[in-house]
């Protein structure tokens, strides 16, 4: 297909390391600020897929509803738009949220319920390597089990074979991580991941509590849920885009052959 075109929510947050993220990845990637940017004038969307950054849920929710965005984001979402959610975003894209900021509100189309701030303040910012349980859209998957995206996550299979990762899991860096002036892991770090394991930086990161019925679990952190896929909608706790790491984005770029194969 030809290069896609990703947006990503610019209101706030971490925006500029999603963005380099993805044109390292070959897409085409610019900043999403009104409803211009998502839908055109015939309705359609602009975009082949949406990530939201992370940040803090309840400000990037105001801003939605200031700036005109939380309905044509429900909108497009809904539609089938493949969409990412990172942190505070996951906290956006949820159907309910057990803390929320008073009157904050979540797009609601995600059956998950998140809690936020579950592994503790700022201070408790972390660098840990997770079991990833994809990929489930990769294009070795894809060209095998053409339509078929559950299967590897059910076993914990990548597509390289079953990848035993229980020291790597285990292994917390305990970095602290500093949101403001964020240090990206160093390529070297990267290389030394083992495949299926996503290196992911914790900041101020919520829970997912429930999950609900079409909801795919695809990597845990301290025993709670920490990335999940329904459909055309990821969503992590973490921020892969500080780390180095490109599994998750790669995942929502196979969200987008997958809808372009359909
Ligand atoms: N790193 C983040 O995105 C933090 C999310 C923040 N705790 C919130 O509730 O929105």
Redesign the pocket.
């Known amino acids: 297909m030809t290069q896609p075109v990703v947006g990503v929510l610019a209101l706030q ?1 971490g925006v500029a390391e999603h963005l380099a993220m993805l044109e390292s990845l070959g897409a085409r990637a610019i900043r999403v600020r009104s409803a211009s940017d998502l839908v055109g004038d015939d309705g359609a969307p602009v975009i082949d897929a949406l990530v939201l950054p ?5 400000t990037t929710d105001r801003l939605c509803r200031t700036f005109g965005l939380f309905d044509p984001l429900r909108e497009v979402i809904a539609a089938g738009l493949p969409v990412l959610g ?3 975003g996951l ?1 956006m894209l949820a159907s309910q949220i057990e803390d929320p900021a008073p009157g904050q509100q979540s797009l609601g189309v995600l059956d998950v319920t998140v809690a ?2 579950a592994f503790g303040s700022q201070v408790d910012s972390a660098e840990v390597l997770l079991e990833w349980m994809g990929p489930s859209t990769t294009p070795d998957h894809l060209d095998s089990h053409p339509g078929d995206s559950a299967s590897h996550a059910d076993t914990g299979d990548t597509a390289e074979g079953h990848v035993d990762v229980t020291d790597a899991v285990t292994g917390h860096l305990g970095r602290a991580f500093d ?1 403001v002036s964020g240090r990206a892991a160093s390529d070297a770090d990267v290389a030394l991941a083992p495949s299926g394991v996503v290196r992911a930086a914790f ?4 829970a997912v509590t429930r999950v609900g019925d079409g909801v795919e679990v695809l990597a845990r952190y301290q025993e709670s849920v920490v990335a999940v896929r329904q459909s055309n909608i990821l969503a992590i706790s973490f ?1 892969p885009e500080l780390t180095g790491d490109v599994t998750v984005h790669e995942e929502l770029l196979g969200l987008v052959r997958l809808e372009a194969a359909v």
């Open positions: 947050g992370g940040g803090e849920s309840s990172t942190c505070a906290i936020r701030n949101l900041i101020r990161a919520p921020h």
